[in-house]
């Protein structure tokens, strides 16, 4: 596929650009977001590409609390003010909506084209959700990506590994209903379909959350699981090892993060606010290492709920991941 057949694909002719505002400082090198990000343009130099995702019609269908259609706008906002420390370049690429519960598939379908015309023009899409839902419609932009290359660099069955930070697994059977708890479960039949080697990593796991059902699925898929108990200050190394021999694995990653793994304190403004939680404290150095890799090619935050944000933490800390996975390695 080359890039000028992706160029009515690049971004939304309507980018609302509004909500970039902040602070100017006055001192020298004292930049933040809203100031440097720009709308991506068929030429733009390849950077980072924030494009929404502005549905909850999965949530709907999984029977959780509305809202996360709202989630790519309070995203933004909390990140206008952020002090920029970058040197590659950032853009806006507008929003993917979805009108209704009986859009969404045709509404992924649009994402994934999207995500697919940002990765043909070499930058790292950012999609911003959402309910987890989005996770599909991303993966299957990165699909087509490697299909219209033929392969990524040549291969046939390309190796993508999946980085989940989420409470649950999203591994429902989507032959019942296909919604924001089936996305992981669609992507893995896609693979069989494609022959490609499924490789999930969920870590953050709330055993609460998700029935014993959905633990054996994980197990048939040979899934790195790590519940949200296990992740502590004592044995982060350990998991750091494992995720670190689970992505050497693979050629290419895609990270997705769900902003339910984070603590109901800290993440009050989801679908389904965590009990337990991972605090962001040890989200990051995860994030990290997978920012490290020099193999992500794809990112995804789900479920920013903001009508029940309280003070905005969960769009700030939303947007603090943002801040970290963009700042120069």
């Given at each position: 596929?080359?890039?000028?057949?992706?160029?009515?694909?690049?971004?939304?002719?309507?980018?609302?650009?509004?909500?970039?505002?902040?602070?100017?400082?006055?001192?020298?090198?004292?930049?933040?977001?809203?100031?440097?990000?720009?709308?991506?343009?068929?030429?733009?130099?390849?950077?980072?590409?924030?494009?929404?995702?502005?549905s909850?019609?999965?949530?709907?269908?999984?029977?959780?609390r509305?809202?996360?259609?709202?989630?790519?706008?309070?995203?933004?906002?909390?990140?206008?003010?952020?002090?920029?420390?970058?040197?590659?370049?950032?853009?806006?690429?507008?929003?993917?909506?979805?009108?209704?519960?009986?859009?969404?598939?045709?509404?992924q379908?649009?994402?994934?084209?999207?995500?697919?015309?940002?990765?043909?023009?070499?930058?790292?899409?950012?999609?911003?959700?959402?309910?987890?839902?989005?996770?599909?419609?991303?993966?299957?932009?990165?699909?087509?990506?490697?299909?219209?290359?033929?392969?990524?660099?040549?291969?046939?069955?390309?190796?993508?590994?999946i980085?989940?930070?989420?409470?649950?697994?999203?591994?429902?059977?989507?032959?019942?209903?296909?919604?924001?708890?089936?996305?992981?479960?669609?992507?893995?039949?896609?693979?069989?379909?494609?022959?490609?080697?499924?490789?999930?990593?969920?870590?953050?796991?709330s055993?609460?959350?998700?029935?014993?059902?959905?633990?054996?699925?994980?197990?048939?898929?040979n899934?790195?699981?790590?519940?949200?108990?296990?992740?502590?200050?004592?044995?982060l190394?350990?998991i750091?090892r494992?995720?670190?021999?689970?992505?050497a694995?693979?050629?290419?990653?895609?990270?997705?993060?769900?902003?339910?793994?984070?603590?109901?304190?800290?993440?009050?403004?989801?679908?389904?606010?965590?009990?337990?939680?991972?605090?962001?404290?040890?989200?990051?150095?995860?994030i990290?290492?997978?920012?490290?890799?020099?193999?992500?090619r794809?990112?995804?935050?789900?479920?920013?709920?903001?009508?029940?944000?309280?003070?905005?933490?969960?769009?700030?800390?939303?947007?603090?991941?943002?801040?970290?996975?963009?700042?120069d390695?």
């Amino acid at each position: 596929m080359s890039k000028n057949s992706t160029d009515l694909h690049l971004a939304d002719p309507s980018i609302d650009m509004s909500v970039w505002a902040g602070r100017e400082d006055p001192e020298h090198d004292s930049l933040r977001w809203h100031q440097v990000i720009t709308p991506v343009k068929s030429d733009s130099a390849p950077g980072a590409a924030l494009l929404g995702f502005a549905s909850d019609a999965g949530v709907a269908r999984n029977q959780g609390r509305v809202g996360a259609a709202e989630g790519p706008r309070a995203l933004r906002k909390a990140l206008a003010p952020l002090a920029w420390h970058r040197s590659a370049p950032v853009f806006d690429a507008g929003d993917v909506s979805c009108h209704g519960n009986d859009d969404l598939e045709a509404a992924q379908q649009r994402l994934a084209e999207r995500v697919a015309a940002l990765l043909a023009h070499g930058h790292l899409p950012l999609v911003l959700g959402g309910g987890h839902e989005v996770a599909f419609g991303s993966w299957s932009g990165l699909a087509r990506h490697f299909e219209a290359q033929g392969g990524a660099q040549g291969e046939a069955r390309p190796r993508v590994g999946i980085v989940n930070l989420d409470a649950h697994f999203d591994l429902r059977d989507p032959s019942h209903v296909r919604s924001s708890g089936t996305p992981f479960a669609q992507i893995a039949a896609e693979c069989h379909a494609r022959a490609w080697p499924f490789r999930y990593a969920c870590l953050g796991v709330s055993r609460a959350s998700n029935t014993r059902a959905l633990f054996t699925r994980a197990r048939e898929l040979n899934v790195l699981v790590r519940e949200d108990h296990e992740i502590d200050t004592l044995r982060l190394d350990a998991i750091m090892r494992d995720l670190q021999q689970f992505m050497a694995r693979c050629d290419h990653l895609y990270l997705s993060i769900d902003l339910d793994v984070l603590p109901a304190a800290e993440a009050p403004g989801v679908s389904a606010p965590a009990a337990y939680g991972v605090p962001l404290a040890l989200i990051e150095p995860l994030i990290e290492a997978v920012r490290d890799s020099g193999k992500l090619r794809l990112i995804d935050i789900a479920e920013l709920n903001p009508s029940f944000d309280i003070d905005g933490r969960t769009a700030k800390a939303a947007a603090r991941l943002i801040h970290r996975l963009t700042l120069d390695s």
